[in-house]
């Protein structure tokens, strides 16, 4: 049921009460019935018609411009007004014997009490609609920024990538021409796979891992005998969807700071499992991991991921490098 149609059935279901409990407070006993649908009739419409222009008059200002003053005044005016109205229904269609001031005071504040309930009922759901809208502006501005600022980091993170594997293909050609000719074939296939990935918000774990294969076959053209790598990837979660180009942040800087700066080279092993609603991604290469910052290095990779698993996930996502017995061990758990 959307807001209209809530709004009126609870127009007509709390009019007809107060219309209804009206009855209570006059002798109908003396009246002929066209006399009482008349009165009940314009309870109910004078009711009706009266709040749902006070509903109106409120709505042409904006919540942000109206003072606490002014949204206290509101309801009073509002209660005092329909209040008069029922009034003077009653006093005009029934001649009470006591046309005093004071007498006409009670019945006024009790025609003002009956419909007081009303203004509580419509200015707290008015608060809780406000309150919602709000929150969910700032929820969809949040969640706008959020998407533009992974889209900035993603656009750092492509060129940072082509960089990388055209630095492979620089040190193939000084090497071997045919493989370099290969490792550009290659690179084409990985640049389309990449480029996919890049412009989706979440991938699939299997797509993932098609990209880090092909990435590490062409860095073992390059490294040759000096890269060994193997994949240790639990059955069933290859439809798993997670972070784009993330294993790939993670083998990149396994090959450049890890296996590049051994002479006899190492071994890269891939790990992917779950455990408890989160997917978690190992990169394990040979070397030891130096905490202290180096000089000249940008640290685009491993920093632009750290970013963007904290934009995707707050909190609930980490990553981490620690050394475990002469290899060093990347990484990444979050939700999925």
């Not at 640049?191 to 993932?208: D, F, I």
């Not at 784009?244 to 071994?267: C, D, F, R, W, Y």
């Not at 130096?290 to 990779?301: A, F, V, Y």
Request: aromatic content about 12%.
């Amino acid at each position: 049921m959307n807001k209209t149609k809530f709004y009126w059935l609870i127009q007509l279901i709390c009019w007809t009460i107060v219309t209804l409990l009206s009855i209570q407070h006059i002798e109908f006993a003396d009246f002929s019935q066209s006399t009482k649908t008349i009165y009940l009739l314009l309870y109910f419409f004078s009711g009706l018609i009266s709040s749902h222009f006070y509903k109106v008059i409120l709505g042409r200002f904006h919540p942000d411009d109206i003072t606490h003053l002014q949204y206290a005044l509101f309801p009073i005016v509002g209660g005092l007004s329909i209040g008069s109205i029922y009034t003077v229904i009653d006093y005009q269609l029934f001649n009470y014997p006591d046309h005093t001031f004071g007498a006409f005071i009670v019945v006024f504040l009790k025609n003002v009490w009956k419909v007081w309930p009303w203004f509580m009922f419509f200015h707290l759901y008015r608060f809780l609609s406000i309150y919602q809208d709000r929150k969910q502006r700032e929820s969809q501005t949040e969640n706008e920024l959020r998407i533009s600022k992974l889209e900035s980091l993603k656009k750092q993170l492509n060129p940072h990538f082509l960089f990388n594997a055209l630095n492979s293909i620089k040190a193939l050609t000084l090497i071997d021409n045919v493989q370099a000719r290969e490792s550009i074939i290659q690179l084409s296939d990985l640049l389309r796979l990449s480029l996919n990935l890049g412009e989706q918000q979440k991938a699939t774990l299997s797509e993932e891992l098609r990209l880090a294969e092909n990435y590490l076959s062409l860095e073992k053209l390059r490294f040759d005998t000096r890269l060994e790598y193997d994949f240790q990837i639990q059955e069933d979660i290859g439809n798993i969807l997670i972070m784009p180009m993330t294993l790939n942040t993670l083998l990149e800087n396994a090959v450049k700071h890890g296996i590049g700066q051994l002479k006899s080279g190492g071994h890269i092993r891939v790990i992917a499992k779950t455990e408890k609603g989160y997917i978690i991604l190992s990169v394990e290469n040979s070397g030891i991991f130096d905490p202290r910052p180096k000089s000249n290095e940008g640290g685009i990779g491993l920093e632009n991921l750290k970013k963007r698993l904290e934009l995707q996930y707050g909190d609930n996502a980490s990553l981490k490098i620690v050394n475990t017995q002469g290899k060093v061990s990347a990484i990444i758990k979050m939700p999925y």
